[in-house]
């Protein structure tokens, strides 16, 4: 073991639907996977190239709380379906990349949206809106041989029982298998990794004291209040 310093900081992980926790290495987004979501945000929905930003690995929260965050008055709520990989590689093929997922959970990219909107004027990163403490509520895991290859189904979420997000799995542009396939690339995949694939449209902002609930067919939904 080695000789730290300091005390090694906790391992971030995620509960499983049937016990035990799902340790995470980190956390790659992908940005404007859905069509309509890309119109919404006054891009060309086209496939071009897929982007990617990440989030840090305690980052994720299972707790069914969200604190506001200080300094940011829109906060927007984003519901997509986490990809947790239990092994990786580099280049891996399009064909073979479902063999690298242990499971999926619904989880939310939260997102401080006039802190992003700040940055993307200024061509800056955009972590001061994305990768901020509690900003990725994840809902249990669930393993890939209980849901099946999540390709379609429907993805929803509701704040204080109103409708605000709908679409389905099929509409992402670029699908499970090729995220995986396309981040090896450039990233040596690892047992630990998780995506988060994107969200559909409707996105919007949430105030303390609302309740979230995010659903995809086929997992558990995840209820969230911001406090």
Request: hydrophobic share 45%; proline share 7%.
């Amino acid at each position: 073991m080695a000789d730290y310093v300091i005390p090694a900081p906790e391992q971030a992980a995620i509960p499983t639907k049937n016990g035990g926790a799902f340790p995470v290495r980190r956390v790659y987004c992908i940005g404007r996977n859905y069509a309509a979501h890309a119109v919404e945000m006054g891009h060309d929905p086209t496939r071009e190239a897929p982007f990617f930003f990440q989030k840090n690995p305690d980052n994720l929260d299972a707790s069914g709380q969200f604190p506001y965050p200080s300094r940011s008055a829109d906060v927007h709520h984003e519901v997509e379906l986490l990809v947790a990989l239990k092994s990786g590689g580099a280049d891996i093929r399009v064909e073979d990349a479902l063999g690298h997922v242990w499971g999926y959970a619904v989880a939310l990219d939260m997102t401080r949206r006039d802190l992003q909107g700040e940055a993307k004027k200024v061509g800056r990163p955009w972590e001061i809106g994305k990768a901020f403490e509690h900003s990725a509520p994840v809902g249990p895991l669930v393993p890939i041989a209980v849901t099946g290859p999540m390709a379609e189904g429907q993805v929803a979420l509701t704040v204080n029982d109103a409708l605000r997000q709908t679409g389905d799995l099929n509409q992402m542009i670029w699908k499970v298998p090729e995220m995986i396939a396309y981040l090896s690339m450039y990233f040596e995949l690892q047992a630990g990794d998780v995506i988060l694939s994107g969200t559909p449209a409707g996105v919007g902002p949430v105030q303390r004291g609302d309740v979230m609930q995010a659903t995809i067919a086929g997992l558990d939904a995840l209820t969230v209040k911001v406090v």
